[in-house]
C-alpha cells in the first residue's frame, strides 16, 4: 500500500514568494495532520483534518500561512510570503482512527529553504 | 498539561553495545496511547510501536523491546545488540484518546549513534 506522499520533497525559494505543500493522505485515512520540524522547536503541529474539515488550527504560526483540504485525498499547506524563518521540514501524517486508534503515518517530508 | 520528556539528547555506542532510550510523559488523560518513531538520516519518520494506557505488558519485537511503567509514567525503548543501522533520531510521543484521530505531543528526540 501506499504511503502518505508528498511534494515537492525540497524546495528552495526567495523570500516574499508563495510556497504551496502537497499531501496525499493514505487511502481510507481519515484524519489528516501537518507537522512542522525545526531544530529549535522540534516536532509541532500546525493544524489537523478531519473527514476534511479543520478541527484544530491553533499550532498555525500566523495569517501566513493556510490550509485546506477540498477532498479526502489532498491536502496543502500554503505560505504566502515566505520569510527565511520559515525554513523546515513539513510533515504531512494521517490516521485511521476505528482501525488503528490514534496511529498516525507520516509522510517522507517536504524540506523547504526560503532564502 | 501534556508533555513528552526525553532527556538523552544524543547517545552513542559502539557496535553490539545494548543501549537504551529514555521517556517520560505527563498528563492528566486516564486514557492514553504511547509511540516510538524512527528518524533516520533520510528524515522520513518511521512508525515503531504504539502502546496503550491499560496494557503495561511490556514488548519484544527482534532486537527492540519497550518497558512501559505508569507508575514512574515512562515508556522506555531498548536496542539490544545495537547496529550501525540503528544510527537515527528517535522520538517518544504522547497522544490522549480525547484527542481522536492522534493529535501527537513529541518529545525534544534522542540521538542515537552506532559506531562500527
Known amino acids: 500500500d501506499a504511503g502518505v506522499i508528498q511534494s515537492p520533497r525540497h524546495e528552495v525559494t526567495e523570500m516574499g514568494q508563495e510556497v504551496t505543500l502537497r499531501c496525499k493522505p493514505i487511502s481510507g485515512h481519515d484524519y489528516l495532520f501537518w507537522y512542522r520540524q525545526t531544530m529549535m522547536r522540534g516536532l509541532e503541529l500546525l493544524i489537523y483534518?478531519?473527514?476534511?474539515?479543520?478541527?484544530?488550527d491553533s499550532g498555525m504560526p500566523e495569517d501566513r500561512f493556510s490550509a485546506k483540504m477540498p477532498n479526502a485525498s489532498f491536502s496543502t499547506l500554503k505560505i504566502q510570503p515566505s520569510e527565511p524563518r520559515d525554513s523546515a521540514v513539513y510533515f504531512c501524517?494521517?490516521?485511521?482512527?476505528?482501525?488503528?486508534?490514534?496511529?498516525?503515518?507520516f509522510g517522507e517530508g517536504s524540506w523547504l529553504t526560503v532564502v | 498539561a501534556q508533555k513528552v520528556t526525553q532527556a538523552q539528547t544524543e547517545i552513542s555506542v559502539v557496535e553490539k553495545e545494548d543501549v537504551t532510550l529514555d521517556c517520560v510523559y505527563e498528563?492528566?488523560?486516564?486514557?492514553?496511547?504511547l509511540f516510538w518513531y524512527k528518524q533516520p538520516p533520510s528524515g522520513e519518520l518511521v512508525f515503531l510501536i504504539r502502546?496503550?494506557?491499560?496494557?503495561?505488558q511490556n514488548e519484544i519485537s527482534g532486537r527492540y523491546s519497550w518497558n512501559f511503567q505508569k507508575s514512574t509514567s515512562s515508556f522506555n525503548f531498548t536496542i539490544t545488540a545495537s547496529q550501525v543501522v540503528d544510527s537515527a533520531v528517535y522520538f517518544c510521543?504522547?497522544?490522549?484518546?480525547?484527542?481522536?484521530?492522534?493529535?501527537?505531543?513529541f518529545g525534544q528526540g534522542t540521538e542515537l549513534s552506532v559506531k562500527p
Open positions: 483534518f478531519n473527514n476534511n474539515v479543520p478541527i484544530d
Open positions: 502502546r496503550n494506557s491499560f496494557d503495561e
Open positions: 498528563t492528566r488523560d486516564t486514557t492514553y496511547y
Open positions: 501524517a494521517s490516521s485511521q482512527d476505528r482501525v488503528e486508534r490514534n496511529t498516525i503515518y
Open positions: 510521543a504522547l497522544s490522549e484518546a480525547q484527542n481522536q484521530g492522534g493529535k501527537l505531543i
